[in-house]
Nanobody, 123 residues
Framework: VQLQACGGGLVQAGGSLRVSCVAN????????MGWFRQAPGKEREFVAS????????LYGDSVKGRFTISRDNAKNTVYLQMDSLKPEDTAVYYC?????????????????WGQGTLVTVSS
């Protein structure tokens, strides 16, 4: 399966942005999906994950209350709505497919990765 993330861009602090990830080549409806991010010089960080049915979401502490993950299995697409953005949210955002129907924060729980989309938040 190929994951293609899009929707990144430049936004001012306090603004909103929604990034999307489309899975091509194979349905991902039975798999959890997740978002991670990586800022320059930092390790890849867990952002959010969603279970295969969309009934369970998990968020990293730094984005709780500001970001919302969702999915549309009919479209093989997962979304990340980002509100109240801060300059420290600047990073390349990667989507990933979980090994199973539920996945957590560990990178090891994910098997397929997209190419990433850059989100830049200006102060």
């Amino acid at each position: 399966v190929q994951l293609q993330a899009c929707g990144g861009g430049l936004v001012q602090a306090g603004g909103s942005l929604r990034v999307s990830c489309v899975a091509n080549g194979r349905a991902t409806s039975n798999n959890a999906m997740g978002w991670f991010r990586q800022a320059p010089g930092k390790e890849r960080e867990f952002v959010a994950s969603i279970s295969w049915r969309g009934d369970g979401a998990l968020y990293g502490d730094s984005v709780k209350g500001r970001f919302t993950i969702s999915r549309d299995n009919a479209k093989n697409t997962v979304y990340l709505q980002m509100d109240s953005l801060k300059p420290e949210d600047t990073a390349v955002y990667y989507c990933a497919r979980g090994r199973k129907s539920y996945a957590g924060q560990s990178i090891d729980n994910y098997v397929s990765w997209g190419q990433g989309t850059l989100v830049t938040v200006s102060s």
